[in-house]
């Protein structure tokens, strides 16, 4: 498994369904910038796993999202990852991190989505 960010492109074209690498438009898939060098807790991976299967599981083919899945009824599943993470956080956090390792902890897990205007300028968004 491995842990980063997503970046991705939406063009200002509203019949495109895709989304595209940021870097190159031609490659019509976003791209996933992992985080090195970023010590991540077996049990914190474990938890993941579990977690990203069950999202999966969520909708037919394997297609689910978050969106898809009932977060109600997996709050037991999900309580834990949260508590991992912010623990395994304080853990990184003591250590002498200089300020791009501290931006690869933050950006775990994070979506980085340019979305292009019909008169061709550009938004971000992240979540």
């Known amino acids: 498994m491995s842990f980063g960010h997503v970046e991705a492109l939406l063009g200002g074209n509203p019949t495109d369904a895709y989304l595209m690498n940021p870097n190159d438009t031609a490659i019509r898939e976003p791209l996933f910038v992992p985080a090195s060098d970023v010590n991540i807790p077996n049990e914190l991976i474990a938890l993941r796993e579990d977690l990203f299967a069950i999202i999966r599981e969520s909708a037919e083919d394997e297609s689910g999202l978050t969106s898809t899945l009932d977060f109600t009824t997996n709050l037991g599943l999900i309580k834990p990852i949260f508590l991992s993470t912010i623990l395994g956080s304080e853990r ?28 061709g300028s550009k938004t971000k968004l992240s979540w």
């Open 92 to 119: 990184e956090l003591d250590k002498d991190l200089n300020t791009d390792d501290v931006v690869k902890l933050q950006n775990i897990d994070t979506v980085l989505l340019s979305v292009e205007m019909p008169d």
